[in-house]
């Protein structure tokens, strides 16, 4: 499987149906490989929502699910974040369907940010977006 690094930060708006447009260059990476599987889940430690590829999604649950069902982390993972994950595909139209209830737990209306963080993608309430930068500003090391 090839490999597609997510990076930018994209302002978009949800569509009356609740689709958001992938940008044209995280649809397809150079070799072709198109990523249509994802998984749409709440980040265990932001304020977002977070698209996963389906094969990377695997690979977190299998490292979850190796963990005793009383480990407080497998727990906390499976409850907060599994139990709220959605299977969704790109459209043919290279959109996504944010589903209702992760949208009202983030507070997202129909503006969102489209956030790159490599091997996963961010999506965040613009205002939601703006503070979190604020707060990583006052916390990034001088160079």
Same mark, same amino acid.
């Given at each position: 499987?090839?490999?597609?690094?997510?990076?930018?930060?994209?302002?978009?708006?949800?569509?009356?149906?609740?689709?958001?447009?992938?940008?044209?260059?995280? $649809?397809?990476?150079?070799?072709?490989?198109?990523? #249509?599987?994802?998984?749409?889940?709440?980040?265990?430690?932001?304020?977002?929502? $977070?698209?996963?590829?389906?094969?990377?999604? #695997?690979?977190?649950?299998?490292?979850?699910?190796?963990?005793?069902?009383?480990?407080?982390?497998?727990?906390?993972?499976?409850?907060?974040?599994?139990?709220?994950?959605?299977?969704?595909?790109?459209?043919?139209?290279?959109?996504?369907?944010?589903?209702?209830?992760?949208?009202?737990?983030? !507070?997202?209306?129909?503006?969102?940010?489209?956030? !790159?963080?490599?091997?996963?993608?961010?999506?965040?309430?613009?205002?939601?977006?703006?503070?979190?930068?604020?707060?990583?500003?006052?916390?990034?090391?001088?160079?």
């Amino acid at each position: 499987m090839a490999t597609t690094t997510w990076t930018g930060q994209f302002s978009r708006a949800l569509d009356d149906k609740a689709r958001v447009p992938f940008p044209a260059e995280w $649809r397809k990476s150079g070799d072709g490989f198109r990523y #249509e599987d994802l998984v749409l889940a709440p980040s265990p430690t932001m304020d977002c929502i $977070r698209a996963y590829p389906a094969s990377i999604w #695997e690979q977190k649950l299998e490292v979850v699910n190796k963990m005793a069902d009383s480990d407080r982390v497998a727990l906390f993972f499976r409850r907060a974040v599994v139990a709220n994950a959605h299977k969704v595909k790109l459209d043919g139209a290279g959109r996504v369907l944010v589903p209702t209830s992760l949208r009202e737990m983030f !507070g997202i209306s129909r503006e969102l940010v489209l956030a !790159g963080q490599a091997r996963y993608v961010e999506f965040w309430e613009p205002a939601q977006w703006q503070e979190e930068l604020s707060k990583l500003r006052l916390a990034a090391p001088d160079y």
